[in-house]
């Protein structure tokens, strides 16, 4: 649980490299996920190339980070083989988290860089990568070993907990 409590947002990376089997570890811990009705539509694309990174980072104007991201993988919905579209992004983003938690207990840090709702980064990532009409891209994940230390925000606030009934 500590790594839930841990996990922050990392943005600024070592050069150390991460081997393929911790790669798959985190990706297989995103694949853990649940999804609607057990569709399991994502498809996800690994980056590790650093030129491949490099280019990469022009999907967004914040996503400078993955330049130096030791990989990056890129979320995507099959349309294919889901059960609708209003669930995509929520079977996409439980396997989001579990890769960011997964990557924070194994001593890598990351962060979940925004693509949809934004159609010129959606549409970017679909020209860059060719994506056939049926795979859907929808953000991009950089990953690498941080640079450097960080405090977790504190998000707990029990103000906005309520219990039976919404209180104001």
């Known amino acids: 649980m500590n790594a839930?409590?841990?996990r922050t947002s990392v943005r600024q990376y070592t050069n150390k490299k991460a081997d393929?089997?911790?790669?798959?570890?985190?990706?297989?811990?995103?694949c853990a996920a649940p999804s609607a009705v057990n569709k399991?539509?994502?498809?996800?694309?690994?980056v590790t190339d650093p030129a491949r990174l490099a280019e990469l980072a022009?999907?967004?104007?914040?996503?400078?980070?993955?330049?130096?991201?030791a990989f990056a993988v890129v979320v995507c919905a099959d349309t294919n083989r889901h059960?609708?579209?209003?669930?995509?992004?929520?079977?996409?983003?439980?396997?989001?988290?579990?890769?960011?938690?997964?990557?924070?207990?194994?001593?890598?840090?990351?962060?979940?860089?925004?693509?949809?709702?934004e159609t010129d980064r959606v549409d970017w990532l679909r020209r860059y990568f060719d994506l056939p009409d049926s795979i859907q891209p929808y953000w991009v994940l950089s990953f690498g070993y941080p640079a450097h230390d960080l405090e977790p925000k504190q998000k707990w606030d029990p103000a906005r907990i309520h219990w039976e009934t919404f209180e104001k």
């Open 4 to 6: 839930i409590f841990e």
């Open 20 to 30: 393929p089997k911790t790669i798959e570890t985190i990706l297989k811990a995103g």
């Open 40 to 46: 399991q539509p994502w498809e996800l694309i690994v």
């Open 58 to 69: 022009k999907f967004s104007p914040y996503a400078v980070c993955v330049q130096d991201a």
């Open 83 to 117: 059960f609708g579209d209003a669930y995509d992004v929520q079977d996409l983003s439980a396997l989001s988290e579990n890769m960011l938690i997964e990557a924070k207990d194994l001593g890598l840090g990351g962060v979940w860089l925004g693509g949809y709702p």
